[in-house]
């Protein structure tokens, strides 16, 4: 069984994703996470995210790196998005992708085009998302949390950016898939969202017997 969770930066498509992995006893994986390491060591080395060669040849970070907390930091997620517009990078994370999603058993992906690219045959999709300034308003108090002011202008700004450069980019773009079922997390708690999304499975499945 696998379950393909899209959405938008602060829609909430992570929470869920991790929620359902545990509710299903499936593996999880924030594919998100692949393009942040690749954003992340292409700035160690001091080379450039906009420049495909230089991103190219940071997809050769190690599996350690998916355990360093800087991969969470505010400035790896645009830098993910940078680096993820480039096909070269898109196309040396896919297999790693692909197979996490076919183990046996299946699994749980979170990301920009799981539904779409990575597992079309997926069992059930969900496309999460929430209006800008309520996923504004999620990431500052997250933050806040963490003791780091910023400002919720510049958030939303940064993730008005980030909506655009994910959307508009050729290869891959974020958009619902044809048999997603949409997830509007604005107005919804944590629990309730989790629990519409474990119904919108259940039917999902329930067709598909
Ligand atoms: O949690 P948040 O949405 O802020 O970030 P993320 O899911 O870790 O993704 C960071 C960036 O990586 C996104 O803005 C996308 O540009 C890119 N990404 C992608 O292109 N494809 C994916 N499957 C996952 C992330």
């Known amino acids: 069984m696998i379950i393909a969770v899209d959405g938008p930066a602060a829609s909430g498509k992570g929470t869920i994703a991790r929620a359902l992995a545990r509710h299903y006893g499936l593996p999880h994986l924030d594919t998100g996470l692949l393009y942040r390491a690749v954003g992340v060591t292409v700035a160690r080395r001091g080379a450039n995210a906009d420049n495909p060669q230089d991103a190219a040849a940071a997809c050769d970070f190690p599996d350690s790196l998916l355990a360093d907390p800087d991969l969470r930091s505010e400035d790896a997620g645009p830098l993910a998005s940078r680096v993820s517009r480039h096909p070269q990078v898109r196309a040396a994370l896919l297999e790693r992708q692909r197979a996490f999603a076919r183990q046996p058993g299946g699994a749980v992906l979170d990301g920009r085009d799981i539904g779409t690219v990575i597992a079309p045959e997926a069992d059930a ?85």
């Open 125 to 209: 999709k969900l496309f999460v998302t929430a209006s800008l300034p309520i996923r504004a308003q999620r990431r500052h108090a997250e933050l806040c949390a963490q003791g780091n002011a910023v400002s919720l202008e510049s958030l939303a700004a940064d993730l008005a950016e980030r909506d655009a450069r994910d959307t508009q980019r050729t290869d891959a773009p974020l958009r619902q898939a044809a048999d997603a079922d949409l997830l509007d997390t604005s107005n919804l708690s944590i629990d309730a969202a989790v629990q519409h999304a474990i119904a919108l499975v259940d039917a999902r499945l329930k067709g598909r017997d």
